[in-house]
């Protein structure tokens, strides 16, 4: 099962962006995701997740500037990031998690591989 993300790009700080996370073969009607992000020289983190029931958590360093949202008719995830710093650059993933509940970003034995992510930079 795999994802497919996309939207990124260079903005200057207090920008928005909205990345986007797409299946295809399967339906995410009753999967969790989560979004990760890997900033440069650090390990990929999640960083925000919604459940199939639409229950979301995100991390204190992003906790109201970015909402994380999905389409099931459309089959995508989204994430909109807003009032952007520098420390938001890094590349962004998604990936189907087993839950969205417990605040660990535990991906699930059958997702895989990672797709390419997507670059954001945040840089006047």
């Known amino acids: 099962l795999q994802l497919v993300e996309s939207g990124g790009a260079l903005v200057p700080p207090g920008g928005s962006l909205r990345l986007s996370c797409a299946a295809s073969g399967y339906t995410l009607d009753y999967y969790a995701i989560g979004w990760f992000r890997q900033a440069p020289g650090k390990e990929r983190e999640g960083i925000s997740c919604?459940?199939?029931?639409?229950?979301?958590n995100y991390v204190d360093s992003v906790k109201g500037r970015f909402i994380i949202s999905r389409q099931n008719a459309k089959n995508t995830a989204y994430l909109q990031m807003n009032n952007l710093t520098p420390e938001d650059t890094g590349i962004y993933y998604c990936?189907?998690?087993?839950?969205?509940?417990?605040?660990?970003?535990?991906?699930?034995?059958?997702?895989?591989?990672w797709g390419p992510g997507t670059q954001v930079t945040v840089s006047s």
């Open positions: 990936a189907l998690l087993v839950s969205c509940t417990s605040g660990h970003y535990y991906t699930r034995a059958d997702f895989g591989p």
């Open positions: 919604i459940g199939s029931d639409y229950g979301r």
